[in-house]
């Protein structure tokens, strides 16, 4: 759809998070960083229409332990080498210069997706060249849920953006059952 210059609305981005969170919440558990998600790697299967995660070359065995001691700040790794990979514009910061990997690091390249297809703009059009801000709320509506979901998976910071995907599926089915939210999306959001 992104070739054809078609972009999701935010009822199908919702839809594509509800099939691709419970994939990487699995490969999370155990402990299968993909570290290149982006609209290039996800496929939807003809068959069934649901959306498939491809180009698993570039997964990464972490163990989680070491990726939420290394989510807190630790920047040493014993014994191991970390490997940079990733798309610019889609991998965070911390996993293009330092090869640091976490589940957070695929939910912040998902975010990224997410914007691309929404807005068919690439990532770099949607970053302030001067702060390196992200500035998708200029270009695109979206309801308050989603815009606090997508601020938080895009925080600079990864201590601040959410730390497993089963995270934001709880948020989204919430949502979806018409349950009153009670969540805590408690980091401050991005300016946008």
């Known amino acids: 759809r992104s070739q054809k210059g078609q972009r999701f609305s935010e009822a199908e981005i919702v839809q594509l998070f509800k099939n691709l969170l419970p994939v990487l919440s699995y490969l999370h558990r155990l402990g299968v960083i993909h570290r290149d998600i982006s609209p290039d790697n996800i496929i939807y299967r003809p068959q069934d229409q649901l959306p498939v995660l491809i180009d698993l070359g570039g997964v990464k065995q972490v163990a989680m332990n070491v990726a939420y001691q290394l989510a807190g700040g630790h920047n040493h790794l014993s014994g191991s080498t970390n490997t940079r990979l990733g798309k610019l514009g889609y991998a965070p910061d911390e996993q293009l210069r330092l090869g640091i990997v976490a589940p957070y690091s695929d939910l912040y390249a998902l975010g990224v997706t997410a914007l691309v297809l929404m807005t068919g703009k690439q990532p770099q059009e949607l970053i302030d ?49 018409g349950a009153a939210i009670n969540y805590s999306i408690v980091s401050q959001p991005e300016k946008t």
């Open 129 to 177: 060249p001067q702060t390196m801000n992200w500035i998708w709320s200029r270009q695109l509506t979206v309801s308050y849920l989603m815009k606090r979901i997508l601020n938080r998976m895009l925080a600079s910071q990864p201590s601040k953006r959410f730390q497993s995907a089963d995270e934001i599926l709880q948020i989204l089915e919430s949502e979806s059952s």
